[in-house]
Nanobody, 126 residues
Framework: VQLQASGGGLVQAGDSLSLSCVMS????????VGWFRQAPGREREIVAA?????????YYVESVKGRFTISRDNAKNTVYLQMNSLKPEDTAVYYC???????????????????WGRGTLVTVSS
């Protein structure tokens, strides 16, 4: 499966952005999906993750709880990350990743993901 992330940009603190991750290829398999980010000089960290169905099975890193929302539309093979109340510390390259998992498993460890997309840069100015 191939993943393409998009939607990044330059915004001011307090603004919102919506990232999209479009999957193509072997989309008949059930995939858990995660969003990760990597800021300059820092290690990659998970931001949010969602199971195949997304029903009640989601994970958020503490720093984004209440501000970010992960969702998916399997009919469109797309996973979204709605980011509200953005902060300068949210500045990073954001990546989406997919791993073949049966529902309702969620994957939060980056090494367990088999497929990665290219990142999209999010820059939040103060």
């Amino acid at each position: 499966v191939q993943l393409q992330a998009s939607g990044g940009g330059l915004v001011q603190a307090g603004d919102s952005l919506s990232l999209s991750c479009v999957m193509s290829g072997s989309t008949s398999t059930t995939y858990a999906v995660g969003w990760f980010r990597q800021a300059p000089g820092r290690e990659r960290e998970i931001v949010a993750a969602i199971s195949w169905s997304g029903r009640g099975r989601q994970y958020y890193v503490e720093s984004v709880k209440g501000r970010f929302t992960i969702s998916r539309d399997n009919a469109k093979n797309t996973v979204y990350l709605q980011m509200n109340s953005l902060k300068p510390e949210d500045t990073a390259v954001y990546y989406c990743a997919a791993d073949p998992r049966r529902d309702p498993l969620v994957v939060v460890i980056s090494d367990e993901y088999d497929y990665w997309g290219r990142g999209t840069l999010v820059t939040v100015s103060s």
